[in-house]
């Protein structure tokens, strides 16, 4: 099992920019995927991007393609979301999730989330 703890949402405005973290603990860091989704409210969980701790592979939902950004600091068991060019409608609780199915179909273990909200 892993353990997740997302952190720096926030309040930001439209066409600005935030660094989301996601620190992880428990299992061997490096054997797995970490993935970002998002879940506004009144809608469904959204896959956005994902990252293979071991070998730095990276998949992107296409609608986020070029606008966000996922990176990994495997001497800090964190990944990051960068995000640039907010829009409103991405107010949401943005997760952090692991899996070590490379389909990136079955996510075992997610945190908390933290709260973007983008003002217009």
């Known amino acids: 099992q892993v353990q997740l703890v997302e952190s720096g949402g926030g309040l930001v405005q439209a066409g600005g920019s935030l660094r989301l973290s996601c620190a992880a603990s428990g299992r061997t860091f490096c054997t797995f995927i970490v993935g970002w989704f998002r879940q506004a409210p009144g809608k469904e969980r959204e896959f956005l991007a994902a990252?293979?701790?071991?070998?730095?592979?990276?998949a992107y939902a296409y609608s986020v393609k070029g606008r966000l950004a996922i990176s990994r600091d495997n001497t800090k068991n964190t990944v990051y979301l960068q995000m640039t060019s907010l829009k409103s409608e991405e107010t949401a609780v943005y997760y952090c999730?692991?899996?070590?199915?490379?389909?990136?179909?079955?996510?075992?273990?997610w945190g908390q989330g933290t709260q973007v909200t983008v003002s217009s």
């Open positions: 990252i293979h701790l071991n070998g730095g592979n990276t």
């Open positions: 999730a692991a899996t070590s199915d490379n389909n990136l179909v079955g996510w075992d273990d």
